[in-house]
């Protein structure tokens, strides 16, 4: 998946979600969601994850650690400046100093600084908008990316027009880079998604129910409001 | 039978007796280690398992996990208000299906256990509480760790699960939506009937 190619999707989605429309509060476009969750379906199930699982299968694990933290060294700059963003200096500092650590180990390959007990802060912009008590506002779902809200799409916006990775001016080398990115957030997800086959009775609802407390979660940082019981 | 050895039957009842309530009474946060360190050592020793044997995966769970949960209050919580529009009959079908779809899903969540490490984060619960939360959390190297904490409940035969909140994700919260968006379709009925054509796809795929 090319995420630059992915942004007009992405931000037309978001546009479009900003005429209201009745229906459930927290998923007022579901006819629409629905429509794009049965598009994602036969691509996820046909492209997406077959590419995955080869992954896992033929990639030695030492590889796809690398990758995976390669990616995560980046995760963690924008962790860090949402948590400042947030005011929590003391995350935003094991953050900054998770990325100045690992930088150093063959750029980001080696997670050293994990070793060193520096935890990661796991921040983002859709949190920091929560944060500062923006509301999640219509549930999405995206072809290609999956579950997110007008707030979280907004805030992954931000993320990847400042990435690093946009900056390549060499276009099939920041596509390629683009493309194990997708790959491995989709190889970490393979026993999510099994297990949500397994579990969930309508999987549209599990996924928008699960995505909607996961966030609400991270935003309180582990320890949310509970929930009303109905 | 002499009398020594009617004295040795006698003194075992005893201590059995005097180990049976201690034992009932096992903290939950120790009842939720003990319990995950034998299954996990079953996971990781057990040839049957190993080699993905589905119906010795039940059994495990079966016998290991199930005594340990409250499948009564699982079930109300997730009907939530329609829990009391369902007829006795009805909420007895509910729990029944409700376990077996329990159990499938955690089938696979175990056949998918590689390496993690769990461990357990001290119990912060007024010991008079009939309700606590008990936290742990999964560790995987060079992943970020999975927070994985159960809602606990006391019951005349020791402390039961009513919850498994993962990642922040609750099972019981996340099934709500599901049970009541089958409910608004076809009602109590309508929903048992989803939940039996699961369960009955899921035995012909075990």
């Known amino acids: ?230 | 039978m002499t009398f020594a050895n009617f004295f040795r039957i006698v003194a075992t009842l005893l201590v059995a007796a005097i180990a049976f309530p201690s034992f009932a009474q096992e903290a939950p946060d120790a009842l939720v280690k003990r319990t995950s360190g034998e299954v996990l050592q079953i996971v990781r020793t057990d040839p049957k398992v190993q080699a993905g044997d589905k119906q010795r995966i039940r059994e495990v769970i079966e016998t290991m996990l199930l005594p340990n949960f409250d499948f009564e209050r699982m079930t109300a919580l997730a009907m939530g208000r329609n829990w009391n529009k369902a007829t006795p009959e009805q909420q007895k079908l509910l729990i029944e299906q409700f376990r077996t779809l329990l159990v499938r899903t955690y089938s696979g969540a175990l056949t998918q256990y590689k390496d993690q490490t769990i461990e357990f984060k001290p119990l912060r619960a007024d010991p008079a509480a009939a309700d606590v939360i008990v936290r742990s959390e999964v560790v995987r190297s060079g992943q970020a760790p999975v927070q994985i904490d159960y809602g606990m409940t006391r019951t005349p035969a020791g402390w039961k699960a009513y919850d498994v909140i993962v990642g922040g994700v609750s099972l019981v919260t996340n099934y709500r939506d599901e049970f009541n968006e089958q409910i608004k379709g076809g009602g109590v009925d309508g929903l048992i009937k989803t939940l039996g054509d699961k369960n009955k796809g899921a035995t012909g795929k075990l």
């Open chain 1, 1 to 230: 998946m090319n995420m630059r190619a992915m942004m007009p999707v992405l931000a037309a989605v978001l546009l479009s979600a900003c005429a209201s429309a009745p229906g459930r509060v927290d998923d007022p476009f579901e006819p629409m969601n629905r429509a794009m969750y049965a598009i994602n379906k036969p691509i996820d199930d046909h492209v997406m994850r077959p590419i995955a699982q080869a992954y896992v299968d033929y990639v030695p694990k030492l590889v796809r650690q690398g990758v995976s933290n390669v990616f995560g060294n980046i995760d963690d700059l924008f962790s860090g400046i949402n948590g400042l963003l947030q005011g929590k200096t003391e995350k935003a500092g094991n953050d900054f100093g998770r990325v100045l650590v690992n930088s150093w180990g063959l750029g980001g390959l080696v997670d050293i600084a994990t070793d060193l007990g520096i935890p990661k802060g796991n921040e983002d912009f859709g949190q920091t908008f929560g944060y500062w008590g923006i509301p999640q506002g219509p549930y999405l779902f995206v072809p290609l990316w999956g579950p997110t809200t007008v707030r979280d799409g907004t805030g992954s916006l931000i993320r990847i027009w400042y990435g690093p990775v946009g900056y390549i001016s060499y276009v099939p080398l920041r596509n390629i880079i683009y493309g194990i990115g997708a790959v491995d957030i989709r190889a970490n997800a393979l026993g999510t998604t099994s297990l949500i086959e397994e579990a969930a009775l309508d999987p549209y609802t599990f996924v928008r129910r699960a995505y909607l407390q996961r966030r609400e979660y991270m935003v309180y940082d582990g320890s949310p409001p509970p929930e009303k019981d109905d």
